[in-house]
């Protein structure tokens, strides 16, 4: 039996009211939260108990990153539109990928999500297994969905028999922190034959199937010339959508689009700096949500963000949504907060195990420092100014504790289950001689 409690913090506990607590504090016992109140209660009602004092710091659920890609080439592959740049950049790298780089990039890319307070990943790369080893020794919780692709020339990627194999040994790993989901690049990436294969394994293993939904205004409109289908009606007709399926981006969508998702139980994965970066278009965010989708934020990959840094992402949901409906009413902070958090955990299918702060939950959370000039003041009761602080002023760099399953993964901000300097220089390596290698298939593309 191991007992800690953490007392003295304001506790966001993100439950079904929001409710937050001016002194709070929580016992985590086994990996799960036993109790939760008021700090003065709960110190009296544990005497003798390891005792983690957080005064001065926000204690809330462990953030759930619903979309990301491991990856290597941060800052490589810059201002280029999306399909030039996959063309001149992405493409001829996973030409070259190996399940050493999947390692070093995957290592890498937990490590800033762990130190930046995500302690949930949905990962969509390469060799996955080696991904799975990551995170295993990091201690964060991964659903892991490889790239499947299959339409030539897009044979280089991964098969769904692969697919299906991670599943298989990996699938409830290290003691269930690790998930293996179908994953399918995107409709132009994948056969039909792809999607239904892969809707037909999802149900056979009784796992989720995650995807791209569409960024592109152009590929789009290309795509409903083409089969007279928008993508999410596509996507339908393909038989992947459900509870269980988990699309990204979603950036432009037609009303009967919205309604399908909303009927089937699809959520969405929002990646606001990534559709800004590659001048996506703008995610119809309140109208997904007043239809019932789940929204999730996703950092996507740090070849399109340039970090993982979710505090940083959580400020730029509801900044585009207020500039886009010209309405600075769109989106309160405490529905950011709980897209980052519980509605990331319901789209992954973990909503009664973690995403916020409550009796019998797993111990997934994180410790923010606020005794910082630019979180301060700290204020609660009328003019309480936590939460809005959290989502518009808070950094990655301020998160001291990060606990998963009870396991605390960081502590006065450094990750403590691998030498960072060495993952940063395993990577760095990875990285120069993966460049070297994709150098003879990056083709010349006019005008980047
Ligand atoms: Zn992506």
């Not at 699309?247 to 009303?255: G, I, R, S």
């Not at 789209?347 to 973690?354: F, N």
């Amino acid at each position: 039996m191991s007992a800690l409690l953490i007392h003295g913090a304001t506790v966001l506990t993100v439950n079904a009211s929001d409710e937050v607590i001016a002194d709070g504090a929580v016992l985590v016992e086994d990996g799960r939260i036993a109790d939760i109140g008021p700090s003065a209660a709960l110190l009296q009602r544990w005497p003798g108990v390891d005792r983690h004092d957080a005064r001065g710091q926000v204690l809330l659920p462990g953030l759930v990153n619903l979309h990301l890609h491991s990856g290597l080439i941060r800052g490589t592959a810059e201002d280029m539109p999306v399909f030039a740049w996959l063309a001149r950049h992405v493409d001829p790298k996973h030409r070259v990928l190996s399940a050493d780089d999947a390692y070093a990039a995957s290592r890498l890319c937990y490590a800033e999500a762990l130190l930046s307070g995500t302690t949930t990943v949905l990962d969509m790369y390469r060799y996955m297994h080696r991904c799975a080893d990551a995170a295993e020794q990091l201690g964060l919780r991964a659903v892991l969905a490889p790239y499947v692709a299959d339409q030539p020339p897009y044979t280089y990627f991964e098969t769904l028999e692969a697919n299906a194999r991670l599943v298989e040994e990996r699938h409830g790993s290290a003691q269930g922190r690790v998930r293996v989901w179908f994953g399918l690049e995107h409709l132009t990436y994948c056969t039909e034959a792809a999607f239904r294969e892969a809707a037909r394994l999802a149900e056979h293993y009784g796992v989720g199937i995650h995807t791209h939904g569409e960024e592109s205004r152009e590929m789009a409109s290309r795509l409903h010339a083409e089969t007279g289908l928008w993508p999410i009606e596509l996507f339908h007709e393909r038989g992947i959508l459900g509870p269980r399926t988990v699309l990204a981006h979603c950036v432009w969508l037609q009303p009967q689009e919205i309604e399908i998702l909303a009927r089937t139980g699809t959520s969405v994965a929002h990646c606001p700096v990534s559709n800004m970066k590659l001048a996506s278009g703008i995610c119809p965010v309140p109208e997904l949500l007043d239809a019932g989708v789940a929204v999730g934020i996703g950092s996507d990959g740090v070849k399109e963000n340039n970090n993982l840094d979710l505090l940083e992402e959580m400020k730029f949901v509801p900044l585009l949504q207020k500039v886009r409906l010209l309405d600075a009413r769109a989106m309160p902070a405490p529905q950011v907060l709980r897209m980052a958090t519980i509605d990331g955990a319901r789209a992954l299918g973990l909503d009664d195990e973690i995403g916020s702060l409550e009796r019998g939950k797993k111990a997934d959370l994180i410790l923010v420092d606020f005794m910082r000039p630019h979180l301060t003041p700290v204020l609660h009761g009328a003019y309480g100014n936590v939460v809005s602080n959290l989502v518009y002023a808070a950094r990655g760099s301020d998160v001291r504790l990060v606990m998963v399953d009870g396991q605390v993964l960081v502590r006065d901000g450094v990750l403590l289950r691998a030498d960072v300097n060495e993952l940063m220089r395993q990577a760095q390596q990875a990285t120069e001689a993966l460049i070297v290698r994709r150098e003879p298939y990056v083709p010349t593309i006019e005008g980047c």
